[in-house]
């Protein structure tokens, strides 16, 4: 089953530093979501990119996807205090509505 | 609009014991998803409702693990006797359309169970 995996797993930074996390998948998809988690509470959708699309950017999010090589980057750049952390990539395939998760990464932004 | 809404956020319960947590999604959003991710694991999908319909439930662990969606509006997830293996944190999500629109799922805040 497809399945999205988070590397690295944790990730401490600066403010202002860039933080990159890459998340690989294993079966063809129809489309890769990234996920963020404050603590205690709920999943906030960041950004959907389709599996015919290589780039897409929303504010300070940057996200690639590269479909041969079963890959995603998140890249946040200029990272704050409040984007302290975990961020989970979730892949959705055709034919069903299910998302499969990645076990996350934890970000830790340092004021 | 209001989010997505589930209740309890946490619950401690004795292995053996029922619990009943609930999910009350964005109005108008046909599509309700449960997830949950048992510690240190990988957040999983158990089941998404269309309305009030199943429409899929491969997700769904075991029998003692029953999701009810009455008259298409909120849902509850019961597990009936409760394991030790089944704590967690069990996800609550809703969308009007499948999901792979630019707004992706909207998620609760989650329920955080705890069975000892």
């Not at chain 2, 849902?75 to 707004?103: H, I, M, N, W």
Request: charged share 20%; hydrophobic share 30%; with cysteine.
């Amino acid at each position: 089953s497809q399945q999205g995996e988070e590397d690295p797993q944790a990730l401490s930074i600066q403010e202002g530093e860039n933080a990159t996390m890459n998340c690989s998948y294993k079966t063809s998809i129809n489309n890769l979501q990234w996920y963020r988690q404050n603590s205690g509470r709920g999943l906030v959708h960041l950004i959907l990119i389709r599996s015919n699309e290589r780039e897409k950017h929303s504010g300070r999010l940057r996200v690639t996807l590269d479909t041969s090589k079963k890959s995603s980057s998140l890249l946040i750049t200029a990272s704050r205090a409040a984007d302290t952390a975990s961020y989970f990539c979730a892949t959705g395939r055709r034919g069903n509505n299910r998302l499969a998760f990645g076990k996350g990464n934890q970000v830790v932004v340092i004021p | 609009e209001a989010g997505v809404t589930q209740f309890p956020s946490h619950s401690v319960i004795e292995k053996g014991q029922t619990v009943t947590l609930r999910c009350d999604p964005i109005s108008g959003h046909d599509n309700l998803y449960w997830y949950r991710r048992v510690m240190g694991k990988e957040i999983k999908f158990l089941l998404h409702f269309v309305k009030e319909s199943k429409q899929d439930e491969s997700g769904m662990p075991n029998n003692r693990f029953l999701a009810e969606r009455t008259g298409g509006t909120y849902s509850t997830l019961k597990v009936q006797p409760a394991e030790l293996e089944d704590s967690g944190v069990y996800f609550c999500a809703s969308s009007q359309d499948l999901g792979t629109g630019v707004r992706g799922y909207t998620f609760g805040s989650g329920t955080r169970l705890t069975v000892v």
